[in-house]
Nanobody, 117 residues
Framework: VQLQASGGGLVQAGGSLRLSCAAS????????MGWFRQAPGKEREFVAS????????RYVESVKGRFTISRDNAKNTLYLQMNSLKPEDTAVYYC???????????WGQGTQVTVSS
């Protein structure tokens, strides 16, 4: 299984980015997916998750109303639309695949998001 994250970059505060995660190696539509991030000197934290069907989503409180997780099962791709970005959103963002409730078995390689003030 491979998860290829992309779309990171440098953006000013208040700007937007859309991250993508292309999945291959198994039936994408059968698994819940998530985004995590890790800022320098901090532990990796949960950002958002989405059910296999896309009907159910969850977000960490700090991104609610600003980030939207979505998926296109026909394209085997996961997305994270990030709006109103803040400097504290600066981190390496990772996509991940769940094989059970809260259980992750595969990680993407990460994509850097840097938000300047």
């Amino acid at each position: 299984v491979q998860l290829q994250a992309s779309g990171g970059g440098l953006v000013q505060a208040g700007g937007s980015l859309r991250l993508s995660c292309a999945a291959s190696g198994r039936t994408f539509s059968r698994y819940a997916m998530g985004w995590f991030r890790q800022a320098p000197g901090k532990e990796r934290e949960f950002v958002a998750s989405i059910s296999w069907s896309g009907d159910s989503t969850r977000y960490v409180e700090s991104v609610k109303g600003r980030f939207t997780i979505s998926r296109d099962n026909a394209k085997n791709t996961l997305y994270l639309q990030m709006n109103s970005l803040k400097p504290e959103d600066t981190a390496v963002y990772y996509c991940a695949s769940y094989y059970g409730a809260g259980l992750i078995d595969y990680w993407g390689q990460g994509t850097q998001v840097t938000v300047s003030s």
